[in-house]
């Protein structure tokens, strides 16, 4: 059984940076891409980064992209989510969530996804 468990939120003024990690446990970590999604008060849980198995690939929203940085250590089970420039629309409860399929982390669809930690809240305040 695959457990995911973040860490790392909390709450930042705008412009500022956190780093969200997320360990798996459970089974073999190097099978598995991963990634992150958030979910802001009233609206939908969205994709936000993704990292292939190997950590050779990587895949970021739009919204992120250049400000955000997602990387993995395969010796520590871990993947990692850098948040830089930290925005008040950044503000959201950010998910790992784990697949052994590439292709589908990359389509950034919720539901596709294998398993799911419980979330850490981020709050960045204007």
């Known amino acids: 059984q695959v457990q995911l468990v973040e860490s790392g939120g909390g709450l930042v003024q705008a412009g500022g940076s956190l780093r969200l990690s997320c360990a798996l446990s459970?089974?073999?970590?190097?099978?598995?891409?991963m990634a992150w999604f958030r979910q802001a008060p009233g609206k939908e849980r969205e994709f936000v980064a993704g990292i292939s198995g190997n950590g050779g690939n990587t895949y970021y929203a739009d919204s992120v992209k250049g400000r955000f940085t997602i990387s993995r250590d395969n010796a520590k089970n871990t993947v990692y989510l850098q948040m830089n420039s930290l925005k008040p629309e950044d503000t959201a409860v950010y998910y790992c969530?784990?697949?052994?399929?590439?292709?589908?982390?990359?389509?950034?669809?919720?539901?596709?996804?294998?398993?799911w930690g419980k979330g850490t809240l981020v709050t960045v305040s204007s």
């Open positions: 969530a784990a697949d052994a399929s590439w292709a589908i982390v990359i389509r950034g669809r919720p539901g596709a996804m294998d398993y």
């Open positions: 459970g089974r073999t970590f190097s099978t598995y891409a």
